[in-house]
């Protein structure tokens, strides 16, 4: 979806990038890249696709968790690694089953399970061959838990609609993720994109009504980027007194850059998100 290093869509193959995340040539080991690329692929493709599979949970895996330990992430990406297929999805269950919350399993297990084989690439451990074939078999299973955890049903055409994207340039797309996740869990209808050329979400908001548009921003790099498409968005997008909220590593303690940016607001912790964005459309209501 507009990076070159997909083919086609977020299932395309993976190739290593030639730049660090925020644009800087060199200075950065293959193993460093290669880390934190496989990090940005469970990122823009698997944490996504299962965090929408727990918006509709089966209620045994609502329990309160625990997060996963360094042991099982080893033998997590072990299992992954091997030469044979192992049965992944027995170890899954029996995680699970042994009170692991799914949250834990997504945001505790598998993205470091991806860094944690970066890091065996980096020493040497394992080569090209092994990380491509412990990608599919990551994609695998997500595939096996939508069908077990996936319940297909439709969202309310009532509810309030965020858009949440990338901002120009911007490759880190975990925050987003997080962010969607509240979103669902609020009851929000939630359209998320990891396009960093923007083409496709920015069709989308000229297309569809959103109530609040989202923009993730973690490279200084990109901000006068930034602080140029917002006002492009508030002219093109299609309700034009939509809502606009900015968030990451950029925004941290630097409110003067949600001024700057000619955002409405900033989220510096995921979960509050939703209630922003409430608080944004509950002042517009009061406004009219």
Known sequence: MGDPRYSGDLTGSFVPPRESPCGEAG?????????????????????PRLMLAHRSERPRVRAVGRPPI???????????????????MAEIRGLLDGGLGLDDLLLGLLAPTARHI???????????VQ??????????????????????????PASRRVLLMP?????????????????GEAGWDVTSSVDRQLTEPMARMRAEWFDVIGLSLSCDAHLDALTEIIPVIRRGSRNRGVSILVGGPAFHDRPDRV??????????????????????????????
């Open 27 to 47: 200075g950065l080991g293959r193993g460093a890249r290669w880390r934190d690329d496989l990090a940005r692929v469970v990122e823009a493709e698997i944490i």
């Open 70 to 88: 360094a042991e099982e992430v080893v033998r997590f990406s072990a299992l992954m690694l091997a030469p044979q297929d192992a049965d992944v």
């Open 118 to 128: 970066g890091r065996l690439w980096e020493e040497d451990e394992c080569d090209f």
């Open 131 to 156: 990380v491509t074939v412990a990608m599919a078999r990551l994609r695998r299973i997500v595939h096996d838990l939508e069908l077990l955890f996936l319940d297909p049903h439709p969202v309310d």
């Open 167 to 183: 901002a120009p340039g911007e490759m880190h797309t975990f925050g987003l993720t997080l962010v969607a996740h509240f979103f």
């Open 259 to 288: 001024r700057h940016a000619g955002a409405d607001a900033a989220v510096g912790d995921a979960r509050n998100a939703p209630g922003i964005a409430q608080s944004l459309l509950d002042l517009r209501v009061r406004a009219c």
